[in-house]
Nanobody, 115 residues
Framework: QVQLVESGGGLVQAGGSLRLSCAAS????????MGWYRQAPGKQRELVAR???????NYADSVKGRFTISRENAKNTVFLQMNSLVPLDTAVYYC?????????WGQGTQVTVSS
């Protein structure tokens, strides 16, 4: 059984930084895409950033230039470095991975940015 375990959320002041991590474990042959989504109260879940096994990245326009996604393939881990955080970044952040062509979600980690 595949699991995604996230860490790194928390409370930070506007302008600050946080780094999220997500490690995949279990019976894994290959991880095709890893990424981060977020869901703010009363809003739909949205893509933040994703990265392919080859290193190609995509970002939401709202985070371009502030967030950086990276992955360590040998450890089945994806990271999200978040800089210059603003209150609108406040949300539950979910790790997502396409593993052996099946879709998996983490349990979510809260990120709160105070003004």
């Amino acid at each position: 059984q595949v699991q995604l375990v996230e860490s790194g959320g928390g409370l930070v002041q506007a302008g600050g930084s946080l780094r999220l991590s997500c490690a995949a474990s279990g019976s894994i042959f290959s991880i095709n895409i890893m990424g981060w989504y977020r869901q703010a109260p009363g809003k739909q879940r949205e893509l933040v950033a994703r990265i392919t096994s080859g290193g190609t990245t995509n970002y939401a326009d709202s985070v371009k230039g502030r967030f950086t996604i990276s992955r360590e393939n040998a450890k089945n881990t994806v990271f999200l470095q978040m800089n210059s955080l603003v209150p609108l970044d406040t949300a539950v952040y979910y790790c997502n991975a396409l593993i052996d062509w099946s879709n998996y979600w983490g349990q979510g980690t809260q990120v709160t940015v105070s003004s």
